[in-house]
């Protein structure tokens, strides 16, 4: 704990990850995904959704092994990052000051590793470039207009959402079951209902990011290119409308299994007392508003996460039950009428 001022973060702003192979990525991220090119070298792409005018929201780095190398937070200044500074010295854990274009594109910022695990940097300046909302020329049926969140798996979802309140975000919706365990929890600074979702499992690993699109019919169109690719076999989970968040959803798998969601409609969350939506953990629609089962895939994997020196990081198992094996398999029990429940999977 500490009682410094945490820094005053926006918004998600950019994730930077490790891909194995970067033509394979570029296939997938610039040729399905139709995501821009800012900048790329023998070593990286450095790529933007068509509304955004700064530098990058997706980093792609050729390394070893696939793995999360950053999650980055833009803050409200530049005096932001120096608040960002003191406020990680005091709280006890790693901090590293990283220059101006230590990141191509990025300001003086700093990088922590923070307490549930995650290499995090906190920036203010960046380079603008053009936004191309109105370049419609340029822009493909499957459109992606934003970065919209974060998701991260982390054994202690209450003592993560202890964390990331001390930073200022604000919970949306969570996922309880009737002894108050929690599973998930979806937190945020702008406006929606989350720049960060915490999801309870063995980490810290990623879960998925998530980039938002205008329509849900540019989702569509996304899942009939995959088709006509035949690769239709990157389509995870999908698509669908979350009962949490009303999003409509498809998550789909990158050439190195990192997991990213096309998202939209879902709602504001700018007024102060914004109300919180809890969801039993046993509601069938929580997950899927029309009852599609979750694939268990999507519970089980998870990216590796680096520390600020590039290694992986040691996996802490989730000691509280887990999701999945209360509501799917044999054991699973489920409802989409609270008064009628039933067994899924089980002929009880
Ligand atoms: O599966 S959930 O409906 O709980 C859900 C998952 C809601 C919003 C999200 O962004 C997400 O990844
Ligand atoms: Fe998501």
């Not at 790329?40 to 990058?56: K, N, Q, S, T, V």
């Not at 530049?78 to 990141?103: H, I, P, S």
């Not at 239709?232 to 990158?254: C, M, Q, T, W």
Request: glycine letters at 8%.
């Amino acid at each position: 704990m500490t009682s410094l001022t945490p820094p005053d973060v926006i918004r998600c702003a950019y994730a930077e990850l490790i891909v194995t192979d970067l033509a394979k990525s570029r296939a997938f991220y610039v040729g399905v995904l139709g995501l821009v090119v800012t900048y790329e070298d023998a070593d990286a792409i450095y790529l933007r959704a068509f509304e955004e005018y700064l530098h990058h929201s997706l980093v792609l780095r050729r390394g070893p092994v696939a793995a999360l190398a950053a999650l980055a937070y833009r803050v409200r200044s530049q005096a932001e990052v120096e608040t960002a500074f003191e406020y990680y010295t005091d709280l006890g854990v790693r901090v590293e000051r990283r220059e101006a274009g230590a990141t191509r594109g990025i300001g003086a910022a700093v990088r922590i590793e923070d307490p549930l695990g995650f290499p995090i940097e906190f920036f203010y300046e960046a380079d603008h470039v053009e936004r191309l909302t109105q370049r419609y020329d340029l822009q493909g049926a499957g459109a992606i207009a934003r970065l919209d969140h974060f998701n991260i798996v982390t054994p202690d979802v209450p003592a993560a959402m202890e964390y990331y309140s001390g930073l200022g975000f604000k919970v949306s919706e969570d996922i309880e079951d009737d002894q108050q365990t929690v599973f998930a929890a979806w937190m945020y600074r702008k406006a929606t209902v989350h720049d960060i979702a915490l999801t309870g499992g063995d980490g810290p690993r990623m879960h998925h990011i998530a980039f938002s699109t205008h329509e849900r019919s540019q989702i569509l169109h996304l899942c009939d290119h995959l088709g006509a690719l035949r690769e239709s076999d990157k389509i995870e989970r999908g698509p669908g409308r979350h009962g949490v968040s009303n999003a409509f959803y498809l998550y789909l798998l990158d050439p190195d299994g990192h997991r990213i969601e096309i998202y939209t409609h879902d709602y504001y969350t700018g007024d102060p007392d914004n109300p919180v939506v809890k969801w039993d953990v046993h509601d069938n629609q929580r997950r899927d508003w029309w009852g599609t089962p979750v694939v268990p895939s999507w519970y089980a994997n998870a990216s590796t996460v680096l520390d600020l020196d590039g290694t992986p990081r040691e996996i802490r198992e989730r000691t509280e039950t887990k999701e999945a094996d209360v509501t799917i398999g044999a054991d699973g029990f489920s409802f989409t009428r609270k008064d009628e429940g039933f067994k899924i999977g089980s002929q009880v």
